[in-house]
Nanobody
Framework: QVQFVESGGGLVQPGGSLRLSCAASGSIYDMGWYRQAPGKQRELVASITRGGSTNYADSVKGRFIISRDNDKNTVYLQMNSLKPEDTAVYYC??????????WGQGTQVTVSS
């Protein structure tokens, strides 16, 4: 089991940017960033394979960039042009641990003026 620690969240104004980090306790492979807003289901925001192939939800495409540093066992999510609807707790996870409902603490992102 790999443990993840998310960081980098905070309060920003609409149009601002944040860079989230996901530090893993061991080697990582395919990874995803998820988010859950109050009263909403958790949704997949972006994913990245170990080789660097990426996919994005339509709602964030063109604004968010997922990347990774395999040597540091870390995954990043650069969030630009933030909107109030991006407000949520953001989590990183593997598909297997998502299925098993193994989640870290997440990091809160609040976009508000």
């Amino acid at each position: 089991q790999v443990q993840f620690v998310e960081s980098g969240g905070g309060l920003v104004q609409p149009g601002g940017s944040l860079r989230l980090s996901c530090a893993a306790s061991g080697s990582i492979y395919d990874m995803g960033w998820y988010r859950q807003a109050p009263g909403k289901q958790r949704e997949l925001v972006a994913s990245i394979t170990r080789g660097g192939s990426t996919n994005y939800a339509d709602s964030v495409k063109g604004r968010f960039i997922i990347s990774r540093d395999n040597d540091k066992n870390t995954v990043y999510l650069q969030m630009n042009s933030l909107k109030p609807e991006d407000t949520a707790v953001y989590y990183c996870n593997t598909e297997i641990q998502r299925i098993l409902s193994y989640w870290g603490q997440g990091t809160q992102v609040t976009v508000s003026s």
